[in-house]
């Protein structure tokens, strides 16, 4: 199945195979920016109304139909991205106050916390791994690590100059002799300054061996010019990047 979300306030349920509309759910009272089929039969909406949604869906006769299930997060602040660890453990929700919420599967989806580490919307989310990042209308892209039920910002990717709108990572080497902090991943940033950026990204934790210990370098390897109609990659070359102290705020129990 494929689902689509839409300024029309809906979500529409489609069929590969054949490109036929199987169900149209009027989701938000909005519009809904973003969807995700999860875990368990789960499907997840994000809309400008400030509430994330969960939708059940369940067999019938031959066909399947979605239901309204519960409401995650009702906020004044617009619900801009949502994405899930690839392990399908943990939800995230970025929001246009600067905030990413996320919601644990092995607590029944109850609320994890909050990441703050954006001035600006949060307009993107990917993950890869234990690392989770989110790309901002502050042009920077936080990357978060996951220990645990515990987050912190490893770093902060600074380059773009205007707004980051999509992202992408992956993982460079997979194997079983790399422990998960140790792995190295490539993530790619879209922005509104017409450029694309190619990061290596590593989820070892920063260390310092001083107290002021400058912090370490992301370099970033390409940059693609997307308003030229021939592109060409330039040489590799890098951008300044800063450990980010974003502060993450858990739940009080």
């Given amino acids: 199945m494929l689902y689509s979300a839409s300024w029309d306030k809906t979500i529409k349920v489609w069929r590969i195979s054949d490109s036929k509309c199987l169900e149209s759910i009027n989701a938000h009272d909005d519009a809904v920016n973003s969807v995700i089929a999860g875990f368990d039969g789960l499907v997840f909406t994000g809309s400008a109304d400030g509430t994330i949604k969960v939708w059940r869906r369940e067999m019938q006769g031959k066909g399947t139909k979605h239901f309204f299930s519960q409401t995650l997060l009702k906020q004044e602040c617009a619900v801009t991205a949502l994405a899930l660890d690839p392990y399908a453990t943990v939800l995230y929700g970025g929001s246009s106050d600067g905030l990413v919420n996320f919601w644990e599967r092995a607590k029944f989806l109850s609320h994890g916390g909050v990441l703050r580490g954006h001035k600006l919307a949060v307009l993107c989310l990917a993950t890869a791994g234990n690392l989770v990042l989110s790309g901002s209308a502050d042009t920077n892209i936080c990357v978060w690590r996951r220990e645990e039920e515990e987050h912190s910002c490893l770093s902060v990717l600074s380059g773009h100059t205007g707004p980051v709108k999509c992202l992408a990572v992956e993982e460079d ?24 950026k190619i ?42 990047s800063s450990v980010g102290r974003g502060k993450v705020s858990q739940r009080r129990k």
Avoid: C, M
Wanted: net charge neutral; glycine share 4%; aromatic share 8%.
């Fill in 199 to 240: 990061w290596r990204v590593s989820a070892q934790p920063w260390e310092p061996t001083t107290p002021d210990a400058p912090p370490p370098q992301v370099q970033h390897q390409h940059q693609v010019e997307s308003h030229n109609q021939h592109q060409r990659i330039p040489s590799a070359q890098s951008f300044s």
């Fill in 173 to 196: 080497h997979k194997g079983t002799d790399a422990r998960v902090g140790d792995r190295q991943y490539t993530a790619y940033s879209g922005s509104l300054d017409k450029s694309v």
